[in-house]
């Protein structure tokens, strides 16, 4: 898809970031990593498209969104499931982990059985990951996925702390465990996963969200960046690594232009010792602005 047309102004933020960041101080905690989701939008190209454009470092295919009632489906709205698996293959030898995100906008999940969540995490480990038992239908082949995301949204948090336990216990391949919740802290579906202490990847949402939109610096002040619930997020999971997560779409609600993200948000972020990157929602958006915000990030996150 075509670039939108930018205007003159922020064309000219643009470059005064790339021009001048060598001359700033590099910001404390500084990471170079972006997670992204890819699987919503079959024009957003393909996975290892993705891989190939030197961004990202993390990749969330999204999303698993049928389960815990005996039946299983993984949504990639019209991408050719039969590639993923190479493309997969191709990422990780790039070192890009490859994650698949369970959950998603949908109402066809929940876990309501700790047997339930026992029958999804043996699925999710047989059919993408590092099991592999005879009669269960693997959609990518031989591809091991690194890791699965949860992004529950609907369905309740019941169980899923019964789902992280399982996953991170079986023998083989490790399983990098990350959820993406609501910004608002505590996002009441990710509280029983989160309880667990085993997932190591935070990418809270700051966009989306009208708890988000009127956004105040904890003394009731207009602030670019919610920063009362992001020093929740970090301060209540210490050991794990959270991410900013942010909106490629010029046109969200909650964009924030790479200047005012450097300058306003990343040099504070970064200054918390379990700052982990930028998460970006999602690999449609930023391809359809010929991947102006993902570049743009880049050389600061």
């Not at 489906?73 to 590639?83: A, F, Q």
């Not at 789902?163 to 991170?168: E, I, K, S």
């Not at 910004?183 to 989306?208: E, K, S």
């Not at 919610?226 to 020093?231: F, G, I, K, R, S």
């Amino acid at each position: 898809m075509a670039r939108r047309h930018m205007s003159l102004l922020t064309t000219t933020m643009l470059v005064a970031v790339v021009v001048f960041l060598p001359c700033l101080a590099t910001a404390t905690g500084k990471t170079g990593e972006i997670a992204v989701f890819w699987g919503r939008n079959k024009t957003e190209g393909s996975l290892k498209e993705a891989c190939d454009t030197g961004i990202y470092t993390t990749v969330i295919i999204s999303f698993f969104s049928v389960f815990g009632h005996g039946r299983y489906w993984t949504d990639l709205s019209g991408h050719d499931v039969s590639r993923v698996g190479a493309d997969v293959k191709h990422c990780q030898s790039k070192n890009i982990p490859v994650l698949l995100s369970v959950g998603g906008d949908g109402y066809q999940y929940s876990l309501p059985t700790p047997n339930s969540a026992k029958d999804v995490a043996d699925h999710l480990w047989h059919a993408y990951l590092g099991g592999g038992r005879r009669g269960v239908f693997r959609p990518f082949g031989d591809a091991v996925l690194d890791g699965v995301d949860l992004y529950i949204d609907h369905g309740g948090p019941a169980n899923y702390d019964v789902l992280v336990r399982r996953l991170a216990g079986y023998r083989g391949k490790p399983v990098l465990l990350t959820a993406t919740p609501r910004c608002v802290y505590p996002d009441a579906n990710a509280a029983a996963a989160l309880g667990t202490g085993l997932v190591r990847r935070i990418h809270p949402r700051f966009y989306g969200d009208a708890a988000c939109t009127n956004k105040t610096d904890g003394e009731g002040r207009r602030s670019l960046f919610d920063w009362v619930d992001w020093d929740a997020w970090t301060s209540r999971f210490p050991a794990s690594q959270v991410y900013v997560g942010l909106p490629a779409e010029e046109t969200a609600a909650d964009w924030i232009n790479p200047e005012s993200l450097y300058y306003g948000v990343m040099q504070r972020a970064q200054t918390a010792s379990n700052y982990g990157g930028a998460m970006l929602w999602d690999r449609g958006a930023d391809k359809a602005y010929d991947n102006y915000y993902g570049r743009a990030l880049k050389d600061f996150v």
